[in-house]
């Protein structure tokens, strides 16, 4: 069992920069593999980032690639998300995932969730 909480949303202008957290608890979390998907009102859960459990390994959907980084530190069971030159087509309910597996950008391999955090960008 792998429990998660996201936290560092919040409400900035476009172009500006967020830095969302994922705390994990349980199960060791250097393990698994680690996801961000949003989901904005109306829409389906999409894929935006994920990391391997080393670390080495990192995936981002093509409309945030240039502009968030996702990085982690085993050390602090803690993954992050760096959004920068944020857009208001970034707003949604961001979620941090965690799997065993190898699926990085689909989220029924996805085995943990967290509660979601919410980003809100104004033009």
Known sequence: QVQLVESGGGLVQAGGSLRLSCAASGRTFSIYNMGWFRQAPGKEREF???ISWRGDSTY???????RFTISRDNAKNTGYLQMNSLKPEDTAVYYCAAQIG???TLPRYYEYWGQGTQVTISS
Do not use: L, Q
């Open 48 to 50: 935006v980032a994920a």
């Open 102 to 104: 190898r699926y990085y």
């Open 60 to 66: 981002y959907t093509d409309s945030v690639k240039g």
